[in-house]
């Protein structure tokens, strides 16, 4: 039985050996194959190997030709190595940058290891260990906060088109048992079995700083991986009618409320016309009434004193018939006139006030037209100044108002009884001056007596008046200084308001102006933005020689090594004592 075994063991190993001249003479066979083949297309790809600080150290390129016409086949690199993936006919290299070799119809292969050839990118890869820069072989196994930088540009000694057109992958991986608060800004995060994957993107032409940071434990990290595609994303132009037609409103609705502003402007102009015209009103009446009481003292004073006189002459007139000294009587005319004279400029002064408080505005502005106005203040991004013009203008209507009202109509009559009060005063000096004209007839004594009594005792009365008039005016003095106050309040805030809606009117216009062709302004900066991802101008080009033709696909594979904890002693000894396949093949025949 065991020598069965060893029999079949040796039937292998001379069939596996016989098989090698029998593949080698039917290689040699169709390498009698002499005539010049032909591709349609190459493919490279480029795998490299970079250390941990992102240094390159080997290189080799795969290449891959479709090949249409059997025959012999020229490519073009400056390899310091080939070897055929096909096959196991020869490759020759005939000179440093020419590469011969035979191949059939179909997909060929063959790998070239290249030396001293620079990427197109210049990438660098720091470590900071809390703050400070460490070299990569001196963290493994170190803990702390550590932060890995990342930074990509272009190489000038390699033909631009890859750094203009190629778009760079780069991906971590990250074991969670190592890496804790994991913070990549613009890294996109994805699961990889149990550990965390992170990728950059680094767009055409953009040279780039990446940063990821985390908390680490024992640190060791996986390889980085770092590859290189031609970007010719496909971009269909979007359809924008949508957008178009919201863009569309979003600009009409802009329009509406410059449209609105510029309205509520001239409104509050309007208002601050009519409220500077208020207070200069309000300011002539309150000197006029400050006046009318400083003078009603001596109105008082002058009144009392005609009083007297009457009561006097009165007194003396009822008794002994004697003709009396009449020179204080012969000056009441001319007193009372000039009474009347200040009772009528006092009266015009109230009449204008009186015009001037129905001159305010009947119409009601309602809590919800405010509401309606502090909205659109707020939808045109008003300031916060503005706001505070808009509430004052609005508590000075409402003083406005709470004016009106109150007035109803008093003042024009109080104007309307000062009038009066004038008329009869000057009734009265005119029928005591025709009295004082017959004074000389004797006769009419008698006649004299009783109008002196009755005059004296109406003017008895009329002096009562007098004083509950100085009493009113002195009150109205007193608070109509404050409604003044508020009027130039209404207007100083109106014309704060109009200052700040001017403002507001700038700003909405500007707006307006800026947004009035939005949709075609969108369009266009939308075609702009996609012309920077049109790479359709793009042209593969080899990278190894510019001599080769027929490109198709040119893709960069690249990783760093790995930083990782050396392993100990007894570990090493025990990998060296692990079986090699040919003992674990042979394995399987010892019982």
């Given at each position: 039985?065991?020598?069965?075994?060893?029999l079949?063991?040796l039937?292998?190993?001379?069939?596996?050996f016989?098989?090698?001249p029998?593949?080698?003479?039917?290689?040699?066979?169709?390498?009698?194959?002499t005539?010049t083949?032909k591709?349609?297309?190459?493919?490279?790809?480029?795998?490299?190997?970079?250390?941990?600080?992102?240094?390159?150290q080997?290189?080799?390129?795969?290449?891959t030709?479709?090949?249409?016409?059997?025959g012999?086949?020229?490519?073009y690199?400056?390899y310091?190595?080939?070897?055929?993936?096909?096959n196991?006919s020869?490759?020759e290299q005939?000179?440093?940058n020419?590469?011969?070799f035979?191949?059939?119809?179909?997909e060929?292969?063959y790998?070239g290891e290249?030396?001293n050839q620079?990427?197109?990118?210049?990438?660098?890869?720091?470590?900071l260990l809390?703050?400070?820069?460490?070299?990569?072989?001196?963290?493994a196994g170190q803990?702390?906060?550590l932060?890995?930088?990342?930074?990509?540009?272009?190489?000038?000694?390699v033909?631009?088109?890859?750094?203009?057109?190629?778009?760079?992958q780069?991906?971590?991986?990250l074991?969670?048992?190592?890496?804790?608060?994991?913070?990549?800004?613009?890294?996109?995060?994805a699961k990889?079995?149990?550990?965390?994957l992170?990728?950059?993107?680094?767009?055409?032409?953009?040279e780039?700083?990446?940063?990821?940071?985390?908390?680490?434990?024992?640190?060791?990290m996986?390889r980085?991986?770092?590859?290189?595609?031609?970007?010719?994303i496909?971009?269909?132009?979007p359809d924008?009618?949508?957008?178009?037609?919201?863009?569309?409103?979003?600009?009409?609705a802009?329009?509406?409320?410059?449209?609105?502003?510029?309205?509520?402007?001239?409104g509050?102009a309007?208002?601050?016309?009519?409220?500077?015209?208020?207070?200069?009103?309000?300011?002539?009446?309150?000197?006029?009434?400050?006046?009318?009481?400083?003078?009603?003292?001596?109105?008082?004073?002058?009144?009392?004193?005609?009083?007297?006189?009457?009561?006097?002459v009165?007194e003396?007139v009822?008794?002994?018939?004697?003709?009396?000294?009449?020179d204080?009587?012969?000056?009441l005319?001319?007193?009372?006139?000039?009474l009347?004279?200040g009772?009528?400029?006092?009266a015009?002064?109230?009449?204008?006030?009186?015009?001037a408080?129905?001159?305010?505005?009947?119409?009601?502005?309602?809590?919800?037209?405010?509401?309606?106005?502090?909205?659109?203040?707020?939808?045109?991004?008003?300031g916060?100044?503005?706001?505070?013009?808009?509430?004052e203008?609005?508590?000075?209507?409402?003083?406005?108002?709470?004016?009106?009202?109150?007035?109803?109509?008093?003042?024009?009559n109080?104007?309307?009884?000062t009038?009066?009060?004038?008329?009869?005063?000057?009734?009265?000096?005119?029928?005591?001056?025709e009295?004082m004209?017959?004074?000389?007839?004797?006769?009419?004594?008698t006649?004299?007596?009783?109008g002196l009594?009755l005059l004296?005792?109406?003017?008895?009365?009329?002096?009562?008046?007098?004083?509950?008039?100085?009493g009113?005016v002195?009150s109205?003095?007193t608070?109509?200084?404050?409604v003044?106050?508020?009027?130039?309040?209404l207007?100083?805030g109106?014309l704060?308001?109009?200052?700040?809606?001017?403002?507001l009117?700038k700003?909405?216009?500007?707006?307006h102006?800026?947004?009035n062709?939005?949709p075609?302004?969108?369009?266009?900066?939308?075609?702009?933005?996609l012309?920077?991802?049109?790479?359709?101008?793009f042209?593969?080009?080899?990278?190894v020689s510019?001599?080769?033709?027929?490109?198709?696909?040119?893709?960069?594979?690249?990783?760093?090594?790995?930083?990782?904890?050396?392993?100990?002693?007894a570990?090493?000894?025990?990998?060296?004592?692990?079986?090699?396949f040919?003992?674990?093949?042979?394995?399987?025949?010892?019982k």
């Open positions: 039985m065991r020598i069965k075994k060893w079949l063991i039937g292998c190993i001379l069939y596996m016989a098989s090698f029998i593949m080698t003479l039917a290689e040699d066979e169709k390498s009698v194959v005539k083949g591709y349609s297309m190459k493919d490279e790809v480029i795998y490299g190997n970079l250390d941990a600080s992102g240094n390159i080997n290189m080799y390129v795969v290449n030709f479709y090949v249409i016409k059997p012999n086949l020229v490519d690199g400056k310091i190595n080939v070897r055929n993936l096909t196991l020869e490759i005939k000179s440093v020419k590469v011969h035979q191949a059939e119809e179909g060929f292969y790998q290249l030396t620079p990427l197109p990118w210049d990438v660098s890869i720091t470590y809390n703050g400070k820069k460490v070299q990569p072989e001196k963290l803990s702390g906060d932060e890995i930088q990342i930074t990509t540009s272009a190489n000038e000694q033909d631009s088109i890859f750094f203009d057109y190629y778009l760079l780069i991906s971590l991986t074991d969670p048992k190592v890496f804790q608060n994991i913070q990549a800004p613009e890294g996109s995060e990889e079995g149990k550990n965390k992170i990728t950059f993107s680094v767009m055409p032409k953009q780039e700083e990446l940063i990821v940071s985390a908390d680490v434990e024992n640190f060791e996986e980085i991986q770092i590859s290189a595609i031609p970007a010719n496909a971009m269909e132009d924008l009618m949508g957008m178009k037609d919201e863009m569309q409103l979003l600009s009409d802009i329009r509406e409320i410059h449209s609105g502003i510029s309205e509520l402007t001239n509050i309007e208002l601050h016309s009519g409220a500077t015209e208020l207070s200069g009103g309000s300011s002539e009446y309150l000197q006029g009434i400050q006046e009318l009481d400083q003078s009603s003292k001596e109105l008082v004073e002058g009144s009392q004193e005609i009083r007297d006189v009457l009561q006097q009165d003396a009822q008794g002994d018939i004697e003709i009396p000294d009449l204080d009587l012969q000056q005319p001319e007193m009372f006139q000039q009347a004279n009772l009528l400029e006092y015009g002064l109230l009449e204008q006030l009186d015009e408080i129905s001159n305010i505005p009947d119409d009601v502005i309602s809590e919800k037209q405010m509401e309606a106005v502090y909205a659109t203040l707020e939808e045109g991004n008003a916060a100044e503005v706001v505070d013009v808009v509430k203008l609005e508590r000075s209507y409402e003083q406005a108002q709470i004016i009106k009202e109150m007035n109803q109509g008093i003042v024009g109080f104007a309307r009884l009038k009066n009060m004038a008329k009869e005063l000057i009734e009265i000096a005119k029928v005591m001056g009295s004209e017959n004074m000389d007839e004797l006769e009419k004594l006649e004299l007596q009783e009594s004296s005792s109406e003017f008895q009365a009329f002096h009562n008046g007098i004083v509950r008039y100085t009113g002195s109205l003095a608070s109509y200084g404050e003044d106050a508020g009027i130039k309040g207007t100083d109106s704060a308001l109009e200052n700040g809606a001017n403002e009117q700003g909405s216009n500007k707006l102006e800026s947004t062709d939005l075609s302004e969108m369009q266009s900066e939308i075609e702009k933005q012309e920077e991802f049109d790479f359709s101008d042209e593969p080009a080899s990278f510019d001599l080769n033709e027929n490109i198709d696909v040119v893709q960069f594979v690249l990783q760093t090594e790995k930083i990782e904890i050396e392993e100990t002693e570990a090493e000894e025990e990998t060296k004592q692990e079986k090699s040919w003992d674990r093949f042979l394995d399987l025949f010892r």
